[in-house]
């Protein structure tokens, strides 16, 4: 699945020189827990995210110290600010709608952030906004969905399809049946467990031939 799948329809943007107070409206109006700060031309150059603005009260300017991390600094700095250039995080990192969903989820985990602006590749212009919640969508895919990407898996190994029953609940594949081949059966289960919504894969498989069957000896 790709961001196009699961993106927000809108995107809730601030220009850098919005205050604090503004930007508290916004994500109250919005009901949202980040912000991009777009330049004039519409490019997002930061995010700005509830972390960013509750410095304000868990790290007071005063802490600061010479012995500080840069990491600490920038906190410091953030703490301090007013207006979004000067609280967001920057630089923004961003999709596209053709990023897949599991690139976006890697990112947020990486870079430890809640929200993804999403843009236009050709300007770089902000389209859209991905969010936590928005990625979760695909664990919620129909059954067929999924039935459909486990026939093409089958199509690309030559596994025949109609040598196996597979039964999908609550993200769990069942895989019962044979394969022509051992070997075949560690790559379907992995093609399988790689399909998004996809929590599990119970392989009760067998095969016809073992292939991976060590030679014997020649004497």
């Known amino acids: 699945m790709k961001i196009s799948d699961v993106m927000g329809t809108r995107a809730v943007a601030v220009r850098p020189e919005a205050s604090f107070s503004e930007i508290v409206e916004a994500m109250r109006r919005f009901k ?11 490019h997002p150059i930061g995010v700005v995210s509830d972390d960013d603005l509750l410095l304000k009260e868990t790290d007071p300017v005063s802490a600061g110290s010479v012995f500080d991390s840069h ?5 410091h700095h953030k703490a301090a600010g007013i207006t979004a250039r000067e609280v967001m995080t920057t630089p923004a990192i ?10 976006a989820a890697q990112l947020m985990h990486r870079y430890r952030i809640k929200q993804l602006p999403v843009i236009e590749p050709a300007t770089g212009r902000l389209v859209g906004t991905v969010h936590q919640s ?7 895919r129909p059954a067929e969905e999924i039935d459909r990407e486990i026939t093409e898996i089958c199509d690309r190994l030559y596994v025949d399809r109609e040598h196996l029953t597979v039964d999908i609940e609550a993200g769990v ?16 289960v992995a ?5 998004d919504g996809v929590l599990d894969v119970d392989n009760r498989l067998a095969y016809r031939s073992d292939d991976l069957a060590p030679f014997p000896p020649l004497l």
């Not at 093609?191 to 399909?195: K, P, Q, R």
């Open 191 to 195: 093609a399988v467990h790689g399909i």
């Open 173 to 188: 594949v069942t895989l019962t049946g044979h394969v022509g081949f051992r070997s075949q059966i560690s790559r379907l």
């Open 32 to 42: 949202v827990d980040a912000l991009t700060v777009i330049d004039a031309d519409g």
């Open 71 to 75: 990491r600490r600094r920038q906190e």
């Open 134 to 140: 928005d990625l979760l969508k695909v664990f919620t």
């Open 94 to 103: 961003t999709v596209t709608k053709d990023t897949t969903v599991r690139d």
